[in-house]
């Protein structure tokens, strides 16, 4: 199993940029899968990135792509999710997933498809 825990996030500007990390412990990171999902006040979770186990393909929710890229590097068992142009309603807790079973999406954009998760980091953006 993993446990992944996340670092990263803090106070920013709109139209700043931020680097949310994920560490996740274990021998066996590159057997899952791995997704970022956030959550503002009074809001469902909601999906914003997904990266397959091999890092071959990525997914991004639409009100992220071509602002947010996710990464990870399998030999120091972390992901990354580089966060650029910022918006205020970018403002959540962002929470790092790890998935063993599945690969694909629309699997990968569900967190109840997932086995792990951390236990988040805030990120808040000013206007």
């Known amino acids: 199993q993993v446990q992944p825990v996340e670092s990263g996030g803090g106070l920013v500007q709109a139209g700043g940029s931020l680097r949310l990390s994920c560490a996740a412990s274990g021998r066996t990171f590159s057997n899952y899968a791995m997704g970022w999902f956030r959550q503002a006040p009074g809001k469902e979770r909601e999906f914003v990135a997904a990266?397959?186990?091999?890092?071959?393909?990525?997914y991004y929710a639409d009100s992220v792509k071509g602002r947010f890229t996710i990464s990870r590097d399998n030999a120091k068992n972390t992901v990354t999710l580089q966060m650029n142009s910022l918006k205020p309603e970018d403002t959540a807790v962002y929470y790092c997933?790890?998935?063993?079973?599945?690969?694909?999406?629309?699997?990968?954009?569900?967190?109840?498809?997932?086995?792990?998760w951390g236990q988040g980091t805030q990120v808040t953006v000013s206007s």
């Open positions: 990266i397959v186990r091999s890092g071959g393909s990525t």
């Open positions: 997933y790890a998935a063993r079973w599945i690969s694909s999406w629309p699997l990968l954009s569900n967190p109840n498809q997932y086995d792990y």
